[in-house]
């Protein structure tokens, strides 16, 4: 469908240009807007008639490009982004990156009319990006990337060990906690009868009484005591850990 732009679109044209459109994309957008006229006699003539005035804005814009393309031209920018201590950078730089700078300085560049020359950026240094304005004229920029090192809190967490001397400490650890019940088990038996005081006999004798001679261990004694030393040097062997 042909249609006659009424007002500039940056992506189809500008005032008085006669474009060929899908349908449904003129009926539901552009004419609703008033951006676009049917191409019609009658719209036609209204064009013709007004062709004077659409060609002063034409100039107009022609001017203003030129006197956007001196400034831009004459603009020196400076990026600071973070950076590593060899200049590798640690984000890329975009065509967002040189627009969002433009803006600080005061320059409405939309980021579809800055090219940066198929040049990917990812180290500090100077380089250039070209700008289109209008029509066919263009600027060209000049921009440099200043590495900026990001600083830290040094970690309050401790440093953790090297493996072996985790395995040391894990090792020590295991021995130091080696005792078991059975090693206290088998003392038992032996300060249990020294503690008991020998009952005093009801009659007093001048003659001191011969010493009580300490009672053979009985079979149940001696086992249990065989025993228990028996499972004291199992657990040494088996608590004893290879560093």
Same mark, same amino acid.
Do not use: C, W
């Given at each position: 469908?042909?249609?006659?732009?009424?007002?500039?679109?940056?992506?189809?044209?500008?005032?008085?240009?006669?474009?060929?459109?899908?349908?449904?994309?003129?009926?539901?957008?552009?004419?609703?807007?008033?951006?676009?006229?049917?191409?019609?006699?009658?719209?036609?003539?209204?064009?013709?008639?007004?062709?004077?005035?659409?060609?002063?804005?034409?100039?107009?814009?022609?001017?203003?490009?030129?006197?956007?393309?001196?400034?831009?031209?004459?603009?020196?920018?400076?990026?600071?982004?973070?950076?590593?201590?060899?200049?590798?950078?640690?984000?890329?730089?975009?065509?967002?990156?040189?627009?969002?700078?433009?803006?600080?300085?005061?320059?409405?560049?939309?980021?579809?009319?800055?090219?940066?020359?198929?040049?990917?950026?990812?180290?500090?240094?100077?380089?250039?990006?070209?700008?289109?304005?209008?029509?066919?004229?263009?600027?060209?920029?000049?921009?440099?990337?200043?590495?900026?090192?990001?600083?830290?809190?040094?970690?309050?967490?401790?440093?953790?060990?090297?493996?072996?001397?985790?395995?040391?400490?894990?090792?020590?650890?295991? *021995? %130091?906690? $080696?005792? @078991? !019940?059975? /090693? &206290?088990?088998? +003392? =038992?038996?032996?300060?249990?009868?020294? #503690? *008991? %005081?020998? $009952?005093? @006999? !009801?009659? /007093? &004798?001048?003659? +001191? =009484?011969?010493?009580?001679?300490?009672? #053979? *261990?009985?079979?149940?004694? @001696?086992?249990?005591?065989?025993?228990?030393?028996?499972?004291?040097?199992?657990?040494?062997?088996?608590?004893?850990?290879?560093?």
């Amino acid at each position: 469908m042909k249609v006659i732009l009424n007002k500039d679109l940056s992506s189809l044209g500008e005032e008085g240009d006669v474009k060929d459109v899908a349908k449904g994309y003129a009926r539901n957008y552009l004419f609703p807007r008033g951006i676009a006229l049917p191409y019609t006699p009658q719209i036609v003539k209204l064009f013709e008639a007004r062709k004077a005035e659409i060609d002063a804005k034409k100039e107009q814009k022609r001017q203003d490009a030129m006197g956007l393309k001196e400034r831009l031209e004459s603009l020196e920018l400076t990026i600071k982004l973070h950076a590593g201590p060899n200049g590798r950078l640690y984000g890329a730089v975009t065509t967002q990156t040189i627009a969002d700078e433009l803006d600080k300085q005061g320059f409405q560049i939309e980021r579809k009319r800055i090219d940066l020359t198929g040049v990917s950026i990812k180290n500090v240094g100077k380089y250039k990006a070209i700008v289109k304005l209008y029509e066919n004229s263009f600027a060209e920029i000049q921009f440099s990337i200043v590495g900026e090192e990001i600083k830290t809190e040094a970690s309050k967490t401790p440093a953790r060990l090297p493996r072996r001397r985790r395995e040391g400490f894990a090792s020590t650890a295991t *021995e %130091a906690s $080696a005792e @078991t !019940p059975l /090693e &206290t088990a088998a +003392e =038992a038996p032996v300060e249990a009868p020294l #503690a *008991e %005081a020998p $009952a005093q @006999t !009801p009659v /007093e &004798t001048s003659v +001191e =009484a011969p010493l009580a001679e300490v009672p #053979a *261990e009985t079979p149940v004694e @001696t086992a249990f005591a065989e025993t228990a030393a028996q499972a004291v040097v199992e657990n040494d062997d088996t608590s004893t850990v290879p560093a």
